[in-house]
């Protein structure tokens, strides 16, 4: 505004004057010193702590925040910054600006950390200096770490998650969930039972933690019992053991449910043949004549509890030969079906007979003619359900439930896959032993990988990594668009501590 005006201002300059001591030009401050002066004259670091020693528990890679906390802290983590820093008395003393890792080796078993610090000296001076604080890392088993050491028996709860089913799909997805959240960090064992998982624990509270994530992802409902340890009378105190059985809903996804009549009747008249979409902590029930779908919770479902007509494993494999369209396309509860007639006939049937069915299905936007799709085949199963005899004259011949690639898949003879799933650190009972067994995991896991493949709303809330031996083939190129596979974008991942420091190593040289 000076200037518009024509007005004169005199630029303003800072002073220098010289130092006191040494005699260099220098911005003129309270005590008329250099920095440098004022570092030889003055240590404003005299009186902290630049030795320390810290409580490290390699079983769980905690550290022992005084006098009985344990805090996890990976290294060179922003968390063990912070309480490295709590660790130092008399900080008060002065103003910190910054903190820093200075690099150690791994095992070394020391960290070091840069600090810079101010203070006002001389007349209201201030001054900044930096020193280095060298942390002693000393090995010491936390208690919970000492006791599993000491007896690995020695749990206060356990989790029995158990499902009366011939198959562990269930189990193969709940794993990875408890992966990806961490739900099982502070069980102390993991054994792989005939019909679930037992989770073991240190502490009563770690086991209800986990069987309210386990209520919160599957529909289950459990009871509690208690055993009494050892007691005190004199200080009048008791230890006990703590149990907690936890039973999830046998109904699956894709399983086939025939309904009870007072259950189809309070849920609008549907039904009474459902299938299963979707099971989260609700079950997700579908029409596939109607399109009509429902929900039910944990509360509901075993309020009037039922078991699926047939499962997954009881699938027919059918050829679609016509399908016509009957309705439009339409979206139920986030998903897209269409009505259409199919005409169908079984694989097995092909060259034999001339028996074929034509049936509703809501696979109209997937399937189409010369496809393979997989079905229950209610002309010729054998069912023991009283409420089904019931609609004998009105229940379809068969109910179409997903599309097949199994004729892609053997075409395509693809070994191994760009992805990967991790797997909990479980011990094997000695009852589950057996070649039998284990073909039979082997068979029902690669049943599991398939439907992550094919269905991405299964898929969503897990976390899938690269496979870094996956070596694609010019086959497998080539037939990539046949056959539903995890699109790259979809992968993590794997971080490997071991990998990264060859990597840095190499760089190095």
Not at 112 to 140: F, M, P, S
């Amino acid at each position: 505004m000076a200037q518009g005006v024509g007005m004169f201002t005199v630029p303003q300059t800072i002073g220098s004057v010289l130092c006191c001591r040494c005699g260099i030009l220098m911005q003129p401050n309270a005590a008329n010193m250099c920095a440098n002066c004022l570092r030889s004259e003055i240590d404003i670091t005299e009186g902290l702590q630049k030795h320390v020693i810290i409580i490290f528990c390699p079983e769980c890679n905690s550290f022992l925040q005084p006098p009985r906390t344990w805090i996890k802290a990976e290294l060179e983590s922003k968390e063990l910054l912070t309480f490295c820093v709590k660790r130092l008395k008399n900080l008060s003393t002065v103003r910190m600006v910054h903190a820093e890792f200075v690099w150690t080796e791994p095992h070394s078993k020391r960290i070091k950390i840069k600090l810079r610090v101010q203070k006002e000296v001389l007349h209201g001076a201030i001054l900044e200096q930096a020193y280095t604080v060298e942390y002693v890392v000393q090995d010491q088993l936390c208690e919970s770490c000492a006791r599993v050491q000491a007896n690995p028996d020695q749990w206060v709860a356990a989790v029995q998650l158990r499902q009366h089913v011939p198959h562990r799909r269930t189990f193969f997805y709940l794993e990875q969930l408890i992966l990806k959240h961490d739900a099982a960090k502070d069980a102390i064992r993991i054994t792989q039972m005939d019909q679930g998982i037992d989770f073991f624990f240190g502490k009563r509270s770690h086991g209800v933690k986990f069987v309210e994530f386990v209520g919160k992802v599957a529909p289950t409902r459990s009871r509690t019992d208690k055993q009494l340890v050892s007691q005190d009378s004199k200080s009048n105190t008791y230890h006990y053991k703590y149990t907690f059985s936890v039973e999830i809903s046998p109904i699956c996804r894709e399983d086939l449910i025939c309904l009870p009549p007072k259950l189809s009747v309070s849920l609008g008249n549907l039904g009474p043949l459902v299938i299963c979409t979707k099971v989260t902590n609700t079950i997700a029930l579908l029409d596939p004549r109607t399109l009509r779908q429902c929900f039910l919770d944990a509360e509901q479902y075993w309020r009037s509890s039922f078991k699926a007509l047939l499962s997954s494993r009881q699938l027919t494999e059918y050829m679609i030969i016509d399908m016509e369209e009957a309705r439009s396309e339409e979206n139920v509860g986030g998903a897209r079906y269409v009505l259409a007639d199919a005409h169908v006939a079984r694989v097995s049937d092909l060259g034999k007979n001339d028996r074929h069915f034509i049936v509703r299905t809501h696979l109209g936007h997937l399937l189409s003619c010369g496809d393979y799709a997989l079905g229950y085949d209610l002309y010729s199963a054998n069912s023991n359900d009283f409420e089904l005899d019931k609609y004998r004259g009105v229940i379809p011949d068969v109910i179409l439930i997903k599309k097949s690639y199994e004729e892609k898949r053997q075409r395509r003879q693809r070994k191994s896959r760009s992805w990967k799933l991790k797997s909990l650190n479980m011990e094997v009972d000695d009852g589950t032993r057996g070649r039998e067994h284990e073909e039979k995991m082997n068979t029902e896991y690669e049943h599991f990988l398939r439907d992550l493949e094919e269905n991405p709303d299964l898929r969503f809330n897990l976390s899938l990594y690269r496979n870094k031996e996956y070596e694609p083939s010019m086959a497998s190129v080539a037939d990539g668009d046949d056959v539903p596979s995890v699109p790259l974008e979809e992968l993590l991942a794997d971080l490997d501590l071991a990998d990264e420091e060859s990597e840095e190593d190499e760089m190095v040289e």
